[in-house]
């Protein structure tokens, strides 16, 4: 079973920057489709940023300030997030969907952001 541990998260100051990491327990991120989700207590868990086969593709909301990237050397996946607002406040969870049949799909436990204004 893949295993992917999320970290980084922390109470930053509006306008402030994060790295969150998400590392993998095996070497999947290269035959995956790999992303960042957040949610909160009131929204459901939505798309902050996604690599596909294809494409990368940010919401709208944070397009300019994250990005997201990747260090299949390391199994890693990061979200740089710069700009940070008060609405970015959420628990942040990185998904990987793989290239196989049934295209399984792993999820973190998440890592906390806090931004104050």
């Known amino acids: 079973q893949v295993q992917l541990v999320e970290s980084g998260g922390a109470l930053v100051q509006a306008g402030g920057s994060l790295i969150l990491s998400c590392t993998a327990s095996?070497?999947?991120?290269?035959?995956?489709?790999v992303g960042w989700y957040r949610q909160t207590p009131r929204k459901k868990r939505e798309l902050v940023a996604r690599?596909?086969?294809?494409?990368?593709e940010y919401k709208d909301s944070v397009r300019g300030r994250f990005t997201i990237s990747l260090d299949n050397d390391v199994n890693t996946m990061y979200l740089q997030m710069n700009g940070l607002k008060p609405e970015d406040t959420a628990t942040y969870l990185c998904n990987a969907e793989l290239y196989v049949p049934g295209r399984p799909k792993f999820w973190g436990q998440g890592t906390h952001v806090t931004v104050s204004s």
């Open positions: 095996e070497n999947i991120f290269g035959v995956s489709d």
């Open positions: 690599i596909t086969s294809s494409d990368i």
